[in-house]
């Protein structure tokens, strides 16, 4: 197989021999990934740079254990040690979050979700969420989802004049589809969710609340969002996003719930969990303890704001105004540009962003009005948000760009980018240490 372009100048990663020596064309594609990952703009808001720490452990030998069960109860032997990670990530987990259990085996967070349905519903039962073009998640019972085919899934939205979630249609529909279920949280929602509000209602109709924190899990830990814990009867959430673990999730409760999550985890959905996952996990959780994290949850949203900031200067429409978050919503609409043209330019100038649908959108989900910015990785670099209006100013640029077809002028962007971001170096990458 001969190289993609991207691979083939970068030199294989020297901090990995081994597979350098043993496979140098994945070597080299390894290598690749990290020179982009150093030299670009990463402002898609749910990836992140972890830190080495936590990448080393997600390489280490825990990888090559079985240990289908739970601490003390496993059906594998040999847990001496695997039972110990596990332990510290759970207890690291209840700590943090301030929860009286944790689950911390869900691969990722899809299943974490589906193991709420599991633990909480029966097949056929409804269930209500945040509709996914409004700003929800697919597994909140989007039709397409395996949670919108096997539950009967009802969605709230959020209001025309406002772009905030409108607490009175999901107070209606509540009442009168009586979910099993309420999910509260998304993936596109740039302000602060009212879990006391989703609480309220979820009790009136004796629902159990799922509040899905993946995206702020990292502001909840550091104290930039509210929490859920007093609201919800069950957190789940990615390690991965702001919380800067891992790929993986957990699933954290009552104490009342962790019989059901944990049973709906393994054995009703999963098998082996992925120690060297947890381990990570246990390592993040450690992070996200220390008061430097709390100094970066609050940064990351101070970042958010600023870019909110310096691009409605510039004339860009704001899905809701702004941000109280990680996550600023750009509708393109009023700029001419489609939102998936604008996020492909913007990637040729090495600004890396997601085209997404905004609420109303008239245009298809594969081809949105509007791209999705966030400031959790470039405020892992150490940007400020005196540089927000330098990286408003590009996508700025980046965008008249796509909208003339000037290639060259996202060159020149590319190049700017690459030269600031060599000033920033990376947690976690080899390249630029
Ligand atoms: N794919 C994630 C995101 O980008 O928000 C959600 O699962």
């Given at each position: ?61 825990l990888?090559?254990k079985y240990s289908?069960?739970?601490p003390?109860?496993r059906?594998y032997?040999g847990q001496q040690n695997i039972d110990l990670v596990e ?186 969990p992925?120690n060297?996952?947890t381990a ?154």
């Amino acid at each position: 197989m001969s190289l993609p372009q991207s691979a083939q100048p970068q030199p294989a990663s020297l901090s990995h021999p081994a597979l350098s020596a043993a496979d140098p064309e994945l070597a080299a594609l390894v290598g690749a990934e990290e020179q982009l990952q150093a030299d670009t703009l990463r402002l898609i808001p749910s990836e992140n740079y972890v830190s080495a720490a936590v990448l080393e452990a997600t390489g280490t030998v825990l990888q090559n254990k079985y240990s289908e069960g739970y601490p003390g109860r496993r059906y594998y032997e040999g847990q001496q040690n695997i039972d110990l990670v596990e332990t510290l990530a759970v207890e690291r987990a209840k700590a943090v979050f301030g929860v009286e259990h944790a689950n911390v085996q869900p691969y990722s967070g899809s299943p974490a979700n589906l193991a709420a349905y599991l633990a909480f519903a029966e097949p056929g039962d409804t269930v209500l969420g945040m509709s996914l073009p409004m700003g929800g998640h697919l597994t909140h019972g989007w039709g397409v989802s395996a949670t919108g085919t096997w539950f009967r899934g009802v969605q709230y939205g959020v209001r025309p004049d406002t772009a905030l979630i409108d607490f009175d249609e999901v107070r209606d529909l509540a009442r009168k589809e009586r979910p099993k279920i309420i999910f509260c949280g998304g993936t596109a929602v740039p302000r602060t969710i009212d879990f006391a509000a989703f609480g309220e209602i979820a009790r009136e109709v004796d629902a159990v609340l799922v509040a899905d924190i993946a995206h702020i899990a990292g502001l909840v830990a550091g104290g930039a969002h509210p929490s859920p814990v007093p609201h919800a009867d069950v957190i789940s959430t990615t390690t991965h996003k702001t919380l800067r673990g891992p790929r993986g999730a957990m699933l954290m409760s009552r104490a009342s719930h962790a019989k059901a999550v944990d049973k709906a985890v393994f054995p009703g959905l999963q098998g082996g969990p992925h120690n060297h996952t947890t381990a990570a996990i246990a390592v993040a959780l450690r992070e996200a303890a220390a008061p430097s994290f709390r100094e970066y949850a609050h940064a990351v949203v101070a970042n958010a704001k600023a870019l909110a900031e310096a691009l409605l200067a510039r004339g860009y429409d704001l899905v809701s105004g702004g941000t109280d978050n990680h996550l600023v919503l750009i509708d393109l609409t009023s700029k001419d540009v489609p939102g998936k043209v604008a996020a492909k330019a913007l990637d040729r100038a090495g600004i890396v962003v997601n085209y997404n649908t905004v609420p109303f959108d008239p245009r298809k989900p594969f081809d949105p009005s509007g791209i999705r910015i966030g400031t959790p990785a470039l405020t892992s670099r150490g940007l400020g948000t005196d540089r927000m209006p330098q990286v408003a100013e590009w996508i700025d640029r980046g965008v008249q760009a796509a909208a003339k077809g000037d290639e060259d002028a996202l060159t020149v962007i590319r190049t700017e980018v690459a030269e600031l971001m060599a000033a920033y170096p990376a947690p976690g990458l080899a390249v630029g240490e």
